[in-house]
């Protein structure tokens, strides 16, 4: 049945030009704008003359940047708006920008600008699959790099939705930089957690987890989580990746995650979670375009598939607002 919506003039076009957006945010953050305009407002010839860069393009670039909210303009000056001071300038402890920087722009853009090829061929945004594309250690490095700038909130955000008590031992299956098994560890001191994912992967989650002081209690394991058996814990976690396997591929790693759990063991799957009525979150039906082989799943069909796993007790929850959602189970 359509929609009986009054129709939006403004729709198309928004959607059509947002990409202009996207590129604005991406060359002031490799022009540096944002850090020269962190704690000064400056007019566009002396942020250029900080920058090095010519008046003209530049004032461009910074009233593109205003009208779009990434800065704020008084008069003739110009400085970082509050959302870019807290997520766009380098020293903020919230700073996103290596996300931007290195996944958006180097791994999903080039791939997004040819969908409909990659569609037509049955083929996914950035990748056919993970273990050849992280087994070039370049492409495996910028990747990580950019998943640990853009899953440090979310893996804060995991750390206080779920109930960590009484776990001891975590494995973080396919965990990437290890970003939610720090905020994990660091909310909660008993745990230990072992991160499993590709050699190349875990290079840069061990250096990662060195600068944070946790490799007394974060571990990694090399491992592929489709065809190899799991650490033992208590606690298994996979965060923003099962979206991408089909059903059966899903199925096949709940009960490895079920047999290797002691009885009263937990299961958290986090990831790019559809609404029940699969009409939203904007960003999960987006993201799952970089899904491999899977199909947008909800909450609710997502503990089904644990479900007949042998999981039970399913909580549903949003974790990062209108984006990602998590489903946490236990083994009876
Ligand atoms: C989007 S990242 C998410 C990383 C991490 N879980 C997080 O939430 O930040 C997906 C990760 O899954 C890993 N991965 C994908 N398929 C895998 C497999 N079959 N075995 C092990 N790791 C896998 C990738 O190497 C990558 O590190």
């Known amino acids: ?3 009986s919506r009054p129709v939006d003039p403004n729709l198309v076009h928004s959607i059509a030009t947002g990409y202009m957006g996207t590129c604005v945010l991406l060359a002031a953050l490799e022009l540096g704008v944002f850090d020269v305009l962190a704690e000064k407002s400056l007019t566009a010839s002396e942020t250029a003359a900080e920058l090095d860069l ?22 003739d ?8 001071k807290r997520y766009l300038v380098r020293s903020s402890p919230s700073y996103f920008g290596d996300y931007y920087h290195f996944q ?10 040819r969908l409909g090829q990659l569609i037509r061929e049955d083929r996914a945004i950035m990748s056919d699959d993970w273990s050849s594309y992280m087994a070039d250690e370049e492409k495996a490095r910028v990747f990580i790099l950019g998943q640990h ?18 776990f001891k031992q975590m494995v973080d299956l396919a965990g990437g930089s290890g970003a939610c098994s720090i905020a994990a560890c660091r909310a909660n001191p008993e745990l230990r957690s072992v991160i499993v994912d590709y050699p190349n992967v875990l290079k840069v989650a061990r250096e990662v987890i060195d600068k944070e002081g946790l490799s007394d209690r974060i571990s990694t394991r090399a ?25 059966e591929h899903q199925v096949q790693i709940f009960r490895k995650c ?9 299961v958290v799957v986090h990831d790019f979670l559809m609404n029940e009525d699969y009409r939203g979150p904007v960003l999960s039906g987006l993201y799952n375009l970089t899904s491999v082989e899977g199909v947008p799943t909800s909450g609710p069909d997502m503990a089904a598939l644990l479900q007949q796993a042998g999981f039970i007790d399913p909580v549903v929850k949003p974790v990062i607002p209108e984006y990602t959602g998590m489903v946490a189970m236990r083994k009876p």
């Not at 004032?59 to 008084?74: K, N, P, Q, S």
């Not at 079920?258 to 937990?266: C, H, I, T, V």
Request: hydrophobic fraction near 40%.
């Open 1 to 3: 049945m359509s929609s």
């Open 104 to 113: 958006v722009r180097q791994c999903l853009m080039p791939d997004f600008i």
């Open 77 to 84: 000056r110009f400085s970082c708006s509050p959302e870019t």
């Open 149 to 166: 700038s853009a899953s440090q909130g979310g893996g804060r955000l995991l750390a206080s939705l779920f109930d960590f008590t009484g």
């Open 258 to 266: 079920f047999d290797r759990l002691p009885s009263g063991g937990a």
């Open 54 to 75: 010519k008046t003209p393009p530049l004032e461009r670039l910074l009233v593109a940047l205003t009208v779009i909210g990434l800065l704020d303009r008084e008069a």
């Open 223 to 247: 491992g592929d989580i489709l065809n190899d058996d799991f650490p033992s814990g208590d606690l298994m976690l996979i965060s923003l990746v099962v979206s991408g396997f089909t059903k």
